[in-house]
Structures are given as C-alpha cells and as structure tokens.
Nanobody, 120 residues
C-alpha cells in the first residue's frame, strides 16, 4: 500500500511564504509524477503544480511566478514553496502521486490534505 504524508501549511499573512512537503511511503519502484492540487471552500479541486521524474513542471495559471515545485526522487518526496501568498490561495492542499509502480501494480494515491490559510 502506498501512502502520502503531507506536512507544512498553516496560517500566514498575505504576501508571506509557506512551504509544503509530501513523502510517499511503501514498496515503490518509481513514481512518474508528483504534484499538488488545492480545493477552496465551494470550489472544485484544481491543479497547483506537478513535476515529473525527469524534472518537467507544470503550474496552474494563478500560481505561476509565485510557487515553485521541486522533487527528490531518491526520497520519493515533493515540495512546494509558496511565495507572495494571496488571500485567494486559501484552500486545502492535496499531494498526489501518479504512476506509482509497486510490486502489486500501479497506483495513484492522494494525501489527506493540509490547510493553508492566508489572511489579509
């Protein structure tokens, strides 16, 4: 069984910075892509950023230039550095791993989510 454990998040004032971390655990051979999604109250889940095993990245339009995603393949971990935070960044942030190859098959787990609140 593959599990994702998120850490970071919390409360910050607008203009501030926060960092999120996520580590995948279990019998993992490779992970094709890892990323972050968010869901604000009353909205659907949206892409924040994703990074593939070769380092290619994709960002949601609303976070480009402010957020940076990085990855440590050896540790099966992904990180999100969030700068110049805005009130509208307030949401639950979810870690996702796509194409997780294990001895029992290929999975796409989600983390439990971590709250990020940006105050004005």
């Amino acid at each position: 069984q593959v599990q994702l454990a998120e850490s970071g998040g919390g409360l910050v004032q607008a203009g501030g910075s926060l960092g999120l971390s996520c580590v995948a655990s279990g019998s993992i051979f490779t992970i094709r892509a890892m990323g972050w999604y968010r869901q604000a109250r009353g909205n659907g889940r949206e892409l924040v950023a994703v990074i593939t095993s070769d380092g290619s990245t994709n960002y949601g339009d609303s976070v480009k230039g402010r957020f940076t995603i990085s990855r440590d393949n050896a540790r099966n971990s992904v990180y999100l550095q969030m700068n110049s935070l805005k009130v509208e960044d307030t949401a639950v942030y979810y870690c996702n791993a796509a194409g997780v190859v294990t001895p029992k098959g290929i999975f796409e787990p989600w983390g439990q989510g971590t709250q990020v609140t940006v105050s004005s």
